[in-house]
């Protein structure tokens, strides 16, 4: 069945930099919308980003805009959330999700189809 396998989740300090992969698997890749989002304890998953089919077009939520960056790697099936200047507000478990959405502009849980075990970031102060 189709996977999605996050990486690159640990501990850093405030301000500092981590970079999350996420590969695929049994799924043509480029055709999904690719997000990330996030879910902090006890709070509800929010939508961090999402990037289109060819990585053309990337859309961020306004808490992580200007410091994250979403790419992806169609070659290797991957897609990437580099995020930089952490603040201990972005400490959560960080989920990956391709959708076959029929707009690229995605920050719709629901719509998406594939989601991936979740890698924890923890932002110490």
């Known amino acids: 069945q189709v996977q999605l396998v996050e990486s690159g989740g640990g501990l850093v300090q405030a301000g500092g930099s981590l970079r999350l992969s996420c590969t695929a698997s049994?799924?043509?890749?480029?055709?999904?919308?690719l997000g990330w989002f996030r879910q902090a304890p006890g709070k509800e998953r929010e939508f961090v980003g999402c990037?289109?089919?060819?990585?053309?077009?990337?859309w961020y939520a306004d808490s992580v805009k200007g410091r994250f960056n979403i790419s992806r790697d169609n070659t290797k099936n991957t897609v990437y959330l580099q995020m930089n200047s952490l603040k201990p507000e972005d400490t959560a478990v960080y989920y990956c999700?391709?959708?076959?959405?029929?707009?690229?502009?995605?920050?719709?849980?629901?719509?998406?189809?594939?989601w991936g075990q979740g890698t924890q970031v923890t932002v110490a102060s």
């Open positions: 999700a391709a959708g076959r959405s029929p707009v690229a502009e995605n920050n719709d849980a629901w719509s998406y189809d594939y």
């Open positions: 049994r799924l043509t890749f480029s055709n999904y919308v």
């Open positions: 990037i289109s089919w060819t990585g053309g077009g990337t």
